[in-house]
Each structure stands twice: as C-alpha cells, then as structure tokens.
C-alpha cells in the first residue's frame, strides 16, 4: 500500500510539474505573439505613414506641375521633391 501511494504522490507531483510547465509554455507563447504583433503594428504603422508621405508628394508634384513648376528628374526618381531653378520646357 506504501508503494502505490508513493507512486501516486509522484504521480500527482509530476502531473503539477507538468501543468505548471505548460502555464509556462502557454504565457510565453501568449508574449511571443504580443512582441510579434507589437512588431507588425509598428510595421504598418511605418508603412502607412510613409504611405501619407508618399501621397502627399504626388499631391504636391501634381499640383506644382498643374500651375507650371518644374521639378529636376532624378529628384522625382527618388522622392525628393526639389523645385529645379530651370524654366519649363516649351515655355
């Protein structure tokens, strides 16, 4: 009868062990996809802001071009949207 209470407590001892081990597991994992949600929100939230930029300059470039400003070409390639000094071609 010793025994099997012996294997019994151990039993129950290792089962807690377990249980506690996997509360463990779980709240990491819950943490883990916090930190990679944290990351991805901070993503979009970079991308839409850059995003707003970006829709900003075109709105910028096309109203400028609308009343006649010119802008050199490689600014335009690489989103820096610099007036150029020179008159507008066809003028």
Known sequence: MK????????????????????????????????????????????QIEDLKREMQCNQTFLKDATFGKEYKTEHVAIGVLEKSEYPKFGA
């Not at 807690?16 to 990351?39: I, M, P, R, T």
Request: aromatic fraction near 16%.
């Open 3 to 46: 025994h099997f209470q012996d294997v019994n407590m151990f039993f129950l001892h290792t089962q807690n062990l377990s249980n506690e081990l996997n509360g463990k597991v779980v709240a990491f994992d819950a943490q883990q996809f916090n930190y990679e949600f944290c990351d991805t929100e901070k993503t979009l939230r970079s």
